[in-house]
Each structure stands twice: as C-alpha cells, then as structure tokens.
C-alpha cells in the first residue's frame, strides 16, 4: 500500500478499484480495504476512511460475515448522514439489501433496494447506476413485482449499452433467470438469446455461471441437446482454472445430468449425477446436495424404476428438512447477531447523548456546544448567540439554600427552552456552566435575535418565582450577537463578543438585553 501514501487521488482510485467490481475475492480485498484505511487516515482523510470501511463491510458480508458487516455498516452510514454523502448512503442501503436477502426478508430487501436507487446523484459512477438498478430490479422480482422488476432491468441495460459496462452480461444473466423462474419462458429464452450475442459483439467469453443461467432455460423449453452443449462448454470453462465457486462444478455437472436426462441419455446422465454426488460430499455442499438427491428420483422416475424413485424422493424430503433447518436456524443467530449489534449501537448513542447534557436541567452542555458551533458559524451568516446569565444568583444561593439555587435553574432552564422553541425551533439552549447559559438561533439575526431572547427575558422577570423564593426577584442579562457581525467569526470570537455584550447589560443595570457593543441605549428593558 505504499505506492498509495502519495496522494488522496490514489487512494480514491484505488476504492473505485473495488468498489466498481462486480465480483471480488473477498479476502484479499478485505485486506487491501484495510490498508486503505491505515493510508486515509495517515492523510487525515475522513471521507476516504469511510469508503475504504464501506468496502471492509462489503467484502465481510462476501465471505459470510453477516454480523460483522452489520455492525461495520452502521458507522458507515452514521458518518454518510452526518455528512450528507449520498453516494456512501446509497452503498450501504446495497449492503443492507444484501444482508436482508440473506435473512429472506424480501419486503426489507426492496425497501433498502429501493433506497440505493434513490440516493444516486451525478457523483455515483456509471457502473454504480448500472448495478445499483440490477439488484432494484432483482430485490423487486424476489418480492413478486416482476413486471415492476422488467422495468428496471431494462432501464439498467439501457444504461449498461450507454456506459459500456462490464456489468451489461451479469445483469443479462440475471434478468433472463427471473423470466425463466416466474414461468415466463419465452422471455427468459429471448433475454438469453441476447446475452449470447453481445458476448459475441464484445467478443467476452461468458462465465460457467451465465452459460449455467442459459442451460436451464433451454431445458425449461426442451431444447435438451443445445442444452448439453452449452453445459459442456460451461465445464470445458470453469476447468480452464479461472473461476473458483466451491460449489461451481458440481452445480454445472448438475444441470448437465438434468439436460442428458430430458435427452433420454440416462446412462451418461446417472455418471454425470454420480460425479456432481462425489463432489457435493467431498465438499461438504449440503444445499446443492439434495438438490442432487432430487435429482435422482427423478431420473429413477424416468427410468421407470418407481420403488427406487420413492426411496429417493424420501432421501431428497429428508435433507430438504434438515437444511432448511440449518438455514433457519442460521438466520436466527444473523438476526441476533444484528440485534445485538443494533442494541449496542443504541446504547451507545444513549451514552453519547448524555455526555453532552447537563445532568441538572437536560439541557445541551459545553461539549454540545464545541461540537456543534463550529459549523453553524462557519455556514451561517445570519447566526446569533446569545449569553444568559442570572442577575444576582449568589443571593439565592447564599439567602435559600443551594437545593432552592438548583431549582431555579432548572426553571430557567425550562423558559428558555420553551420560549425558544416556540421562537425558533431551529435552534438550541445549553447550560455553559454554573448560572450562564447560551442560546443559538441560526438564520436570526441581530433584530430577530434580540426580539426573540428579550421576549424569553421578560417571561423569566415575569415568571411567578414566589413559591420558590419568597419574594426574592429571578432575572437575566443577555448579550446578543451574530456572525455577520464579527470579522472571520469562530466560535471563540462569536463568543467573546457576546459575552463582552453581557458584560455591558451587567453594567447598565441587568435584566436587559443587549446587541451591539457599548451602545447601552440600545439595551432593551422591562
């Protein structure tokens, strides 16, 4: 990862190295995705950090860790809202819709599919606009929409052609599997049809796994001797060592039983069944396996030979149900898993909430405020602040007791949140420390600024205190001021201001207002 220090430029391309794959060996890019993160974060880059842990969560759910990639997705996606990177958005909506198509929760699937659709800007890749509507277009078949899902796959194709993408041939694929698996046979074929001939137009060689797709289909029209070739072509591929499915060759040997079998060919086909056998036993491929035990009743079947095809069809029910037993059961430690993790999260978000309240009135507190400030004024241009303080609060301290001090606070605490939110809503009151607290009001104003914390000052003098202080008066000044106001305005010169503003209401009397600096006639007072 060297080479890839240099420059954010690098490291960017280096993500769209992976992330614009279709495919991935998803250990090895795991790793590279780490090593891109180390990289990012060396240049300080939280974007990149982001991506390249977009890309870890991605290669995690390839190779099986459903959990894992939950968990990571969600920093992910806390990061790409508060951020509003809607490009990064819509990836993780593709993770989720992955991570739910495991679980087989097809109506969460589509709404994260849908989502992923949604969020693309112009800054999504091509190959991005493409691939994010194949999988719409699958997540919509999966729920029973295909005439919804047929839209979708055309319009990627129409993409796919524009934009040359090397996803055109897998979208084809799938596009033609969902015709042919919702009985639409003609289409299926027809779709077929066309990814034969732009794989020849690109001169590509199409993958076992597409030649498999079209097998079946020319099964599933009776054309059982095209059928075989194009299964022997498809084992002549995957032998040529560039394909690595576990599953891959005792899938295609398969299909190529089911071809020779609809040929009349059942010698060849029981030798090519018993082949596909050996290969899902030695490798332990339990699903593919009572498929292939299905198959074999139904061969005995043709044969004529019914009491075998029997006791086969019984073998095939009773590892149908004992998969489908794992599998549930699979899918309930996923959905713990992600539950946990969802739980997790939430109590972090608890733990995180809190530490940025004052514990005695729940308003915001100073940590708020630092992580906050900072991009309001830096975006605002109309933002105002204004510094709250108790007039005279030793007093109640000192005369009624602490217990009655916090009281008071905590009312006070109350009318400025009230007073403000009715006000404007937009902004937030937080407890600076002691008897001194801030108001921020984005997009206000000095003059809507002032009227709105004056109304929240005379509602506070106003307040009935008696029953709390026995006749001992609660007021506040206030200073007042804005970012237009201040030269290249920071949170610590937006707050110097208003406090030096508080000063002066201190000065001219208390219980007013103040918003422009040594100008005490401009105070507002009861």
Same mark, same amino acid.
């Given at each position: 990862m060297d080479e890839l220090v240099t420059s954010a430029e690098a490291l960017s391309a280096a993500l769209v190295s992976i992330e614009d794959q279709r495919s991935w060996n998803a250990d090895v890019e795991l790793k590279r995705a780490l090593a891109i993160e180390k990289a990012a974060q060396a240049l300080g880059d939280e974007s990149l950090v982001a991506r390249a842990r977009m890309c870890q969560a991605n290669m995690r759910l390839q190779s099986g860790d459903v959990s894992g990639a939950s968990a990571q997705i969600w920093q992910v996606h806390d990061w790409a809202v508060a951020h509003d990177d809607r490009v990064l958005l819509a990836r993780t909506h593709l993770v989720w819709f992955y991570i739910h198509q495991h679980l087989s929760d097809a109506e969460q699937a589509l709404e994260h599919a849908v989502l992923a659709v949604e969020l693309l800007d112009d800054d999504a890749t091509p190959h991005m606009q493409v691939w994010h509507r194949t999988k719409l277009a699958d997540a919509l078949w999966a729920a029973g929409s295909m005439d919804a899902a047929r839209v979708r796959y055309q319009q990627a194709e129409r993409l796919a052609v524009q934009t040359d993408s090397p996803a055109l041939l897998c979208l084809l694929n799938n596009y033609a599997f969902t015709e042919f698996e919702t009985g639409h046979q003609d289409r299926a074929e027809e779709v077929a049809e066309r990814l034969l001939r732009l794989a020849g137009e690109r001169g590509e060689e199409l993958e076992p796994a597409y030649l498999?797709?079209?097998?079946?289909i020319q099964i599933g029209n009776g054309r059982f001797a095209e059928a075989e070739a194009t299964m022997r072509l498809c084992i002549e591929r995957h032998e040529e060592g560039c394909y690595d499915a576990a599953d891959g060759l005792a899938m295609y040997l398969l299909t190529l039983a089911r071809a020779q079998r609809g040929l009349g060919a059942y010698e060849r086909a029981q030798s090519t069944l018993d082949a596909s056998r050996?290969?899902?036993?030695?490798?332990?491929?339990?699903?593919l396996l009572v498929r292939v035990h299905q198959e074999q009743a139904e061969l005995h079947a043709a044969r004529g030979e019914f009491a075998e095809a029997f006791a086969a069809h019984k073998v095939f029910f009773t590892a149908y149900q004992g998969r489908h037993s794992l599998q549930r059961e699979a899918r309930t430690r996923t959905r713990q898993a992600m539950f946990e993790t969802a739980e997790a999260r939430e109590e972090a978000e608890r733990f995180r909430e809190q530490a940025r309240r004052d514990p005695l009135t729940g308003l915001h507190n100073r940590r708020y405020v630092d992580e906050r400030l900072p991009a309001l004024i830096r975006y605002d241009p109309a933002l105002a602040v204004a510094l709250v303080d108790l007039d005279h609060f030793k007093q109640v301290n000192d005369r009624l007791s602490h217990n009655v001090g916090d009281q008071v606070l905590i009312t006070v605490a109350d009318l400025l949140a009230g007073g403000l939110a009715d006000a404007c809503p937009d902004g937030f009151v937080a407890r600076m420390g002691g008897e001194e607290f801030l108001i921020v009001l984005p997009g206000a104003g000095t003059r809507r600024a002032t009227a709105i914390v004056d109304g929240i000052r005379r509602s506070i003098g106003g307040h009935d205190w008696s029953p709390l202080t026995h006749g001992l008066p609660v007021t506040v000044s206030i200073g007042v001021a804005t970012s237009d106001e201040v030269?290249?305005?920071?949170?610590?010169?937006?707050?110097?201001?208003?406090?030096? #503003?508080?000063?002066? $209401?201190?000065? /001219?009397?208390?219980?007013?207002?103040?918003?422009?600096?040594? #100008?005490?006639?401009? $105070?507002?007072? /009861?």
């Open positions: 498999d797709t079209v097998g079946w050996a290969m899902c036993q030695e490798r332990d491929l339990g699903d030269p290249a305005a920071t949170q610590t010169t937006l707050l110097s201001t208003a406090d030096s #503003r508080l000063y002066a $209401a201190k000065h /001219a009397g208390r219980d007013r207002v103040v918003s422009v600096t040594d #100008r005490w006639e401009h $105070a507002s007072v /009861a």
